[in-house]
């Protein structure tokens, strides 16, 4: 097809293909503008439901002339008798693309809150002239890449909402249109989005089947995962039907009681309990916003135990504790300094007085003191007191000039036992001052 003219376009280059079809890059003939077309399949082309599908899409998405909604400039049938769609091309990515190459998006709270916003606007004003989407996914939510925009860099992705082609009118005027491609016993949209009304007739939902879309994607970008998980298409359905979804903090992602309970409306079985338009939903996301931002957890990364309840508390505890933290360290590190510049001290001890040891080869002088002491006792040998002498009987005189050979036979002699006292030392003066 490259190099071929489609209507008044010729076109580049190809860009990708789907299920359906394929969608290429054109230029217009005469007008110099760049333009996306999207061709149908051949065999889908003879598809009289396909075909009028395709059509209600260009048809829907002409009507809602809102910045969130992708433009389609035309539609007709080729020469070879494929269907196409003429559409403004974009620059950047989908929101699936931006959640596989960077699955942290779930981290950036900010940015996730602004996507849900933005599509909650392109999706209202749809809703306001009677058109619901019904195929709410990441694969049809565009984040446009606005070079273009020197002051862009850093902001929120732009959100284009692509692909009405299943796209229900409720308008009284092309209701029997709409539902006249709609079988009853066919399931339109994709399974791991649909609401549970969905699940069961794409015929009967209204707008606030979108609204349950928008949860399952909200849900999906602050987790990284969608709500229900299953093996089986059928199992899919059943847990959209009868399963109530699990909360954030069952997948590992904790966020303030708010934003669980956004969630819990949204994802409501009945259409009743959810918010009513996508209006309210605009309003609630406000609020969560604000809450969030007030304390501190614009840019806040998905939690994790224990430290999620400090950040539910906000910047001002983490400035405080980081403070004391850092000054704990300054008032360590002075500390050591200041212990390693002092001079080491001397390491004092106790007060010991050691005594001389008499010779041993000499016998022990007792002071006149002690002497005077023990002048009732005898002397049986060196240092040592005769023991056992009874009150009022005589006692030999000391004599201090005996050697020690008739200190031992004196000692021998004596008919009484004798206790040895522990010798006593010769204080010196200075010993005794102390």
């Known amino acids: ?29 005469h007008l110099d503008r760049e333009a996306a077309i999207k061709l149908l399949l051949l065999e889908l082309s003879r598809d009289h439901e396909v075909v009028a599908r395709f059509f209600s899409e260009a048809r829907a998405t002409s009507l809602i002339h809102h910045p ?30 931006r959640m596989t190459r960077a699955p942290e998006l779930g981290h950036e709270v900010e940015t996730v809150w602004e996507i849900a916003a933005q599509i909650a606007r392109a999706i209202g004003a749809a809703h306001r002239l009677g058109i619901v989407h019904r195929d709410l996914k990441p694969e049809n939510v565009f984040l446009v890449d606005d070079a273009a925009d020197p002051e862009g860099e850093g902001q929120p992705p732009k959100v284009k909402v692509l692909d009405f082609g299943i ?5 009284s005027e092309s209701q029997s249109a709409s539902t006249s491609h709609t079988s009853a016993n066919r399931i339109l949209g994709t399974p791991t989005y649909m609401s549970p009304e969905q699940c069961k007739d794409a015929r009967l939902v209204d707008t606030r089947s979108d609204i349950y879309s928008l949860g399952c994607l909200l849900f999906e970008m602050l987790s990284g995962r969608a709500p229900f998980i299953r093996a089986t298409f059928a199992e899919l359905i059943a847990a959209h039907l009868w399963e109530s979804p699990p909360s954030l903090s069952d997948v590992g992602c904790d966020m303030p009681p708010a934003v669980e309970a956004l969630l819990k409306d949204i994802l409501a079985k009945a259409p009743e309990a959810r918010p009513a338009t996508m209006d309210e939903v605009l309003l609630r996301i406000d609020e969560v916003k604000s809450l969030m931002s007030s304390h501190g957890l614009g840019q806040a990364a998905a939690p994790r135990a224990p430290w999620s309840m400090l950040r539910r508390l906000g910047a001002p505890v983490w400035l405080a504790g980081g403070s004391a933290v850092i000054g704990a360290l300054a008032l360590g590190w002075f500390a050591l300094q200041r212990q390693e510049a002092m001079p080491p001290k001397e390491k004092v001890l106790p007060t010991q007085v050691v005594l001389p040891e008499p010779p041993r080869d000499e016998p022990s002088a007792l002071t006149s003191n002690a002497r005077a002491e023990l002048s009732d006792a005898p002397l049986v040998g060196p240092g040592s007191l005769e023991a056992g002498a009874r009150e009022g009987e005589p006692h030999e005189t000391e004599r201090t000039d005996l050697s020690p050979a008739e200190t031992s036979s004196k000692a021998a002699a004596s ?17 005794r001052k102390l």
């Open 415 to 431: 008919p009484r036992r004798a206790r040895r006292l522990p010798e006593l030392p010769v204080l010196s003066d200075e010993q």
């Open 1 to 29: 097809m490259v190099g071929a003219t489609v209507g008044s376009y010729r076109i580049v280059e190809r860009l990708g293909e789907g299920g359906t079809g394929e969608v290429y890059r054109a230029k217009h003939l």
């Open 68 to 97: 969130g909604i992708v433009d389609v400039l035309d539609c007709n049938v080729h020469e070879d008798g494929r269907v196409y769609l003429v559409m403004e091309l974009l620059k950047g990515e989908t929101l699936r693309d």
């Open 167 to 171: 796209a229900k009118l409720l308008d």
